[in-house]
């Protein structure tokens, strides 16, 4: 599996290795192992500084970057954990602003997983403890988490308090985990989705979120009723108007703040979500003018990213060739929502076989040129025929990223785009990996 990695440092390796061999048992969901396991580590969940907690379907990544880059701007000491890894997986802990580095990883890595030897755990499970163990051991002002998969049973919800909670976008995604049939939980599926991403919520911190349909509102609402959380959802405790800046305001009063250099609507939107939680936390003061130098400062890799020269864009001949790991309708609504001011766009898709083609497709068909369809690296992945029916254009099918590039057709720009792997793949081909 492509998400396990591979790593130039022997130590490290070893480590990976015993994490690739790792699996979460068939019908085995909840918190239990994960606590079992942090337990037997002294409980490092409980030693951490204050806790920035951001769930949510498309835009949680994003939202922790700009926290981290705010919080930097102040002059803070910032732990940050995201998920997944573009090509190594130390992006997955920064410690101080910096990537993990490979003597340490290895060693939490081992130390994680020589005390849960007996116990299962999944891989999710071990980098959580492992990123736990890092942050209450190494000082810093406050960390940076972002959930993995829903929230609810995601294993770092095991955090027993934070400074606030946040919940970006949400859609359907995963529906074979967060949709899974389940007594006292709500039918409807985005209101389901809604009740899973909500459980992060903590007795008396502050949740602030997004705007969602009513149903989805009502969940969020009463499943932080329930926990004893602060809803603030934008619109109601917050709201930003994004034009030639981001027009935020709350009950403290009214900021204008710069656009981020991240393009496309959803970016600002993000950003501005990550102000709403800075404003409503009480760990650490952060002025206005931080905000404004972290929002513009901020860099997140694979989410419509203008690739620089390199090996892959050499093959582009002159044409702009943009990357974004999007699968889903609400990416690609962002994703079409930005190329409706840019040329039409050549696609080069690689997409997991279990994502729905038209969830990029259909937003862009006004938008795309040609497709060309290329595997997703390390795992199954949709075949040309399974675009077919969503699209009048001919599909055409490739090895690889740099053949389907130098078989385009002449004319637009280029979207490399359908899975986060893919993206991986093409950023260390194009020599842009991320630091």
Same mark, same amino acid.
């Given at each position: 599996?492509?998400?396990?990695?591979?790593?130039?440092?022997?130590?490290?390796?070893?480590?990976?290795?015993?994490?690739?061999?790792?699996?979460?048992?068939? +019908?085995?969901?909840?918190?239990?192992?994960?606590?079992?396991?942090?337990?037997?580590?002294?409980?490092?969940?409980?030693?951490?500084?204050?806790?920035?907690?951001?769930? /949510?379907?498309?835009?949680?990544?994003?939202?922790?970057?700009?926290?981290?880059?705010?919080?930097?701007?102040?002059?803070?000491?910032?732990?940050?954990?995201?998920?997944?890894?573009?090509?190594?997986?130390?992006?997955?802990?920064?410690?101080?602003?910096?990537?993990?580095?490979?003597?340490?990883?290895?060693?939490?890595?081992?130390?994680?997983?020589?005390?849960?030897?007996?116990?299962?755990?999944?891989?999710?499970?071990?980098?959580?403890?492992?990123?736990?163990?890092?942050?209450?051991?190494?000082?810093?002002?406050?960390?940076?988490?972002?959930?993995?998969?829903?929230?609810?049973?995601?294993?770092?919800?095991?955090?027993?308090?934070?400074?606030?909670?946040?919940?970006?976008?949400?859609?359907?995604?995963?529906?074979?985990?967060?949709?899974?049939?389940?007594? #006292?939980?709500?039918?409807?599926?985005?209101?389901?989705?809604?009740?899973?991403?909500?459980?992060?919520?903590?007795?008396?911190?502050?949740?602030?979120?997004?705007?969602?349909?009513?149903?989805?509102?009502?969940?969020?609402?009463?499943?932080?009723?329930?926990?004893?959380?602060?809803?603030?959802?934008?619109?109601?405790?917050?709201?930003?108007?994004?034009?030639?800046?981001?027009?935020? &305001?709350?009950?403290?009063?009214?900021?204008?703040?710069?656009?981020?250099?991240?393009?496309?609507?959803?970016?600002?939107?993000?950003?501005?979500?990550?102000?709403?939680?800075? &404003?409503?936390?009480?760990?650490?003061?952060?002025?206005?003018?931080?905000?404004?130098?972290?929002?513009?400062?901020?860099?997140?890799?694979?989410?419509?990213?203008?690739?620089?020269?390199?090996?892959?864009?050499?093959?582009?001949? #002159?044409?702009?060739?943009?990357?974004?790991?999007?699968?889903?309708?609400?990416?690609?609504?962002?994703?079409?929502?930005?190329?409706?001011?840019?040329?039409?766009?050549?696609?080069?898709?690689?997409?997991?076989?279990?994502?729905?083609?038209?969830?990029?497709?259909?937003?862009?068909?006004?938008?795309?040129?040609?497709?060309?369809?290329?595997?997703?690296?390390?795992?199954?992945?949709?075949?040309?025929?399974?675009?077919?029916?969503?699209?009048?254009?001919?599909?055409?099918?490739?090895?690889?990223?740099?053949?389907?590039?130098?078989?385009?057709?002449? /004319? #637009?720009?280029?979207?490399?785009?359908?899975?986060?792997?893919?993206? +991986?793949?093409?950023?260390?081909?194009?020599?842009?990996?991320?630091?």
């Amino acid at each position: 599996m492509r998400d396990f990695a591979i790593s130039d440092n022997a130590a490290v390796q070893a480590q990976l290795d015993r994490l690739g061999a790792l699996s979460l048992p068939s +019908g085995r969901l909840g918190l239990d192992t994960v606590r079992e396991l942090c337990a037997r580590l002294g409980n490092p969940q409980d030693h951490m500084p204050p806790v920035f907690h951001v769930a /949510g379907t498309n835009g949680k990544g994003s939202t922790c970057t700009y926290l981290r880059y705010i919080l930097e701007a102040q002059g803070l000491t910032v732990h940050s954990a995201t998920k997944p890894h573009l090509v190594r997986y130390n992006e997955r802990i920064r410690i101080a602003g910096a990537l993990i580095g490979d003597d340490l990883l290895a060693a939490l890595l081992k130390e994680a997983l020589d005390a849960g030897a007996d116990l299962e755990p999944s891989f999710f499970e071990v980098t959580t403890v492992a990123t736990f163990m890092a942050f209450s051991r190494i000082p810093a002002d406050v960390c940076v988490i972002e959930t993995g998969l829903g929230g609810r049973l995601d294993a770092t919800n095991v955090m027993p308090t934070a400074a606030v909670c946040g919940i970006s976008t949400l859609g359907i995604d995963h529906e074979a985990f967060l949709l899974a049939p389940e007594d #006292g939980v709500p039918e409807d599926p985005l209101a389901r989705i809604a009740f899973e991403k909500a459980s992060i919520a903590k007795p008396g911190v502050p949740l602030v979120t997004m705007a969602y349909p009513e149903r989805a509102a009502e969940s969020v609402s009463a499943t932080a009723a329930q926990i004893g959380a602060p809803v603030v959802m934008r619109g109601r405790g917050w709201d930003a108007a994004i034009g030639d800046a981001i027009a935020y &305001r709350d009950e403290q009063g009214a900021l204008t703040l710069p656009l981020p250099a991240l393009p496309g609507q959803h970016q600002a939107e993000n950003a501005a979500l990550a102000v709403a939680m800075i &404003r409503h936390q009480r760990a650490v003061p952060v002025s206005p003018e931080a905000m404004a130098k972290g929002i513009v400062a901020a860099r997140w890799p694979a989410r419509l990213q203008r690739l620089g020269a390199g090996p892959v864009t050499a093959l582009a001949q #002159g044409r702009t060739v943009w990357l974004d790991g999007g699968h889903n309708p609400d990416a690609g609504l962002a994703i079409a929502r930005h190329l409706e001011s840019q040329p039409p766009v050549h696609l080069v898709m690689g997409m997991l076989a279990n994502k729905d083609p038209s969830a990029i497709l259909k937003p862009l068909a006004d938008r795309a040129l040609s497709i060309s369809v290329v595997p997703a690296p390390g795992h199954d992945a949709h075949r040309p025929e399974d675009f077919a029916p969503f699209t009048g254009l001919p599909v055409s099918s490739f090895s690889n990223v740099p053949d389907a590039l130098a078989a385009l057709p002449a /004319g #637009g720009n280029v979207l490399i785009v359908g899975s986060l792997y893919l993206a +991986g793949e093409v950023l260390r081909l194009n020599d842009e990996i991320p630091t």
